[in-house]
């Protein structure tokens, strides 16, 4: 089985850009790599993703999940993922909407890249104001990838949310409970439809 290179790809970015490119280098170089660059559109061995994270973890010393948190967060937040921010914000007008629409998240990454099949995720109404996120944990830690995502959205949206990450309830499930403290808690960051403008 492989893995789309956009996956390792950012892991790539998000190190490169926190720690450096010597730190990035000895993680590849821990995982058992004899190469450092990944390219987005070709697909590597699956192994290579809980390698590379693994490694991480022990070149910078930090939990995994944490590590997945501050990806989820990059991948939102970094000037070279305008993209992502993007299509997520494309789901809504505010962070309710937004959370409702990541059940078609998949679908829609696949319509700007047609082979990236990300981990379902499915959003459950627990109570007014409380949600779970239920996520596939094919790729483990995938849950605190989408806290990091979530988080960064929430002060996008200009919202406060409470956020929490547990096991699923299922086997090979991963959930982020959230808790929407106010919806319109602070101006969010400008956005406009139109391409190339803030």
Not at 9 to 15: G, K, M
Not at 39 to 64: H, N
Request: proline share 4%; charged share 20%; glycine share 10%.
């Amino acid at each position: 089985m492989t893995m789309h290179g956009l996956i390792n790809r950012s892991i790539q970015q998000y190190v490169s850009h926190t720690y450096g490119r010597p730190i990035w280098e000895q993680i590849t170089t821990n995982a058992g790599l004899d190469f450092s660059d990944f390219e987005g559109m070709l697909r590597y061995a699956r192994s290579y993703t809980p390698d590379l994270l693994q490694s991480a973890e022990e070149v910078l010393g930090r939990p995994r999940g944490d590590i997945m948190e501050d990806i989820g967060a990059f991948l939102v937040c970094h000037p070279g993922f305008e993209a992502v921010r993007r299509l997520l914000r494309f789901g809504g007008v505010d962070f309710v909407d937004f959370m409702h629409s990541l059940d078609d998240l998949d679908d829609r990454v696949r319509l700007a890249v047609p082979d990236l099949i990300l981990p379902k995720v499915e959003l459950q109404v627990c109570a007014d104001g409380h949600f779970s996120l239920i996520c596939d944990a094919s790729i483990k830690g995938y849950g605190h990838v989408m806290m990091g995502v979530l988080r960064a959205m929430a002060d996008d949206y200009g919202a406060l949310a409470l956020l929490e990450h547990s096991q699923g309830r299922a086997a090979g499930t991963e959930m982020v409970s959230i808790t929407l403290v106010e919806n319109d808690f602070a101006e969010g960051r400008a956005f406009s439809l139109a391409a190339g403008v803030p």
